[in-house]
């Protein structure tokens, strides 16, 4: 099945909003997402129609929000092909389910001089909750290394590993690379010493169809506004006994069995770690997300966005002076680069003035831009609604400000 671009993006209002006489031009998904008119207007009817707390409530409209709250549990399980819902938790992101993974299976399973092995291509989300763990419980970090191509050096990851190496964290695809990691590979290297896996799939949920009980990981978090559903509202995969063993997150209403002056006793997972009123309709928004995404032809449109890579690749490379910031084998909707004399925050201006939006800095992976030896570079990243016009737009805006700064 061929996809029809024009038509998917008529589906995300955004993408015809104009900057003057410039068309609006979004490559900045690495960053978020835009939402379909599925996502909008699920979100718009749960206000208008349906808003309840849930689990709690023994009215018609109460059980309905709940009923639609689990029911979006359940599209997320199928999604990333989980054994069951209850391995699914609601967390406001990616960066809380780490913090949640860090906080509650570090604390309680980790000793001093126990190590964590991570990667210098970390979003910070990924190794700041990790040095607050280490911090806290006397543990060692040890990071991997890349190849100069940007891929990982495997040989360097393969030795950091050891009988104390207790977790292993690292993401699937990096957000500042593009770089795709060879996570089964990896998971197989952490098992064999014992150790247990959390893959950071933040950046690759939305290009890649993902099995996690073929990949065999422990845990693995995403994020809803990079796939398409509203902000604040994130995943948190894992294996039911490892989450089974694990102490709450946080405390609150909803997540307890009995409460009494002389102690508390808590839920079954997965409601021990949804203290509180949970982001409800973000969860029944990330739900429409799914079933969107579900009404398309998945593989063509993760081949579309491989091809919009090459183009922009190919494009850009054209333009003498500019550098790309990661030419791994294996790379994903991601293109970093740099321009001679020219800072990124000025790119990333300029090219707002033209209607075209990227991301440019560190990108939350300080580390590795300290191993690259650059403060920042400017970054595009690419949709399956982005089209091959709007790149051939980029690459001449580039060579506009190429001849306006030099």
Request: charge should be neutral.
């Amino acid at each position: 099945m061929s996809i029809d671009v024009q038509k998917i993006r008529a589906d995300f209002p955004i993408l015809s909003t104009r900057y003057g006489k410039n068309p609006f031009i979004y490559l900045d998904n690495a960053a978020t997402s835009q939402k379909p008119n599925a996502v909008i207007e699920c979100v718009r009817n749960f206000y208008a129609a349906a808003n309840a707390n849930i689990h709690r409530g023994l009215y018609k409209l109460s059980e309905h929000a709940t009923a639609e709250y689990e029911q979006s549990r359940e599209k997320v399980a199928r999604f990333i092909h989980a054994g069951t819902s209850r391995e699914i938790i609601f967390t406001r992101g990616a960066t809380e389910a780490i913090n949640l993974v860090a906080a509650s299976y570090g604390r309680k399973f980790l000793s001093k001089g126990d190590e964590i092995v991570l990667t210098l291509m970390e979003h910070h989300a990924n190794i700041v909750p990790w040095q607050m763990l280490a911090e806290e419980k006397g543990l060692t970090i040890r990071f991997a290394r890349l190849n100069t191509d940007g891929s990982l050096d495997l040989d360097h990851w393969h030795s950091l590993f050891n009988e104390r190496t207790k977790i292993a964290a690292f993401t699937h695809v990096s957000n500042a690379l593009g770089t795709i990691n060879p996570v089964r590979q990896m998971i197989g290297d952490a098992k064999r010493h014992g150790a247990v896996t959390l893959i950071d799939a933040a950046q690759s949920v939305q290009h890649a169809s993902l099995d996690v009980q073929d990949l065999d990981c422990d845990f693995l978090v995403f994020s809803g506004h990079k796939v398409y559903a509203p902000t604040g509202i994130g995943v948190l995969y894992g294996k039911a006994a490892l989450l089974e063993s694990m102490p709450p997150y946080q405390g609150g209403g909803d997540m307890i069995d009995k409460v009494s002056v002389d102690g508390t006793t808590f839920k079954d997972i997965p409601a021990r770690f949804e203290a509180g009123t949970p982001h409800i309709s973000g969860a029944i928004g990330l739900g429409a997300a799914i079933d969107y995404l579900n009404s398309l032809p998945l593989p063509e449109l993760h081949a579309h966005e491989d091809a919009l890579l090459s183009h922009a690749t190919a494009k850009v490379k054209a333009i003498q002076g500019i550098r790309i910031i990661g030419n791994a084998t294996c790379k994903t909707s991601v293109l970093s680069f740099t321009m001679d004399g020219i800072h990124p925050h000025d790119i990333g201006t300029l090219l707002d003035s033209y209607g075209i939006a990227i991301r440019v800095g560190h990108h939350c992976a300080l580390p590795l831009m300290a191993s690259l030896k650059l403060p920042a570079t400017a970054r595009a990243s690419f949709a399956f609604y982005n089209t091959f016009e709007e790149v051939d737009a980029f690459a001449d805006s580039l060579e506009k400000l190429k001849k306006f700064f030099l």
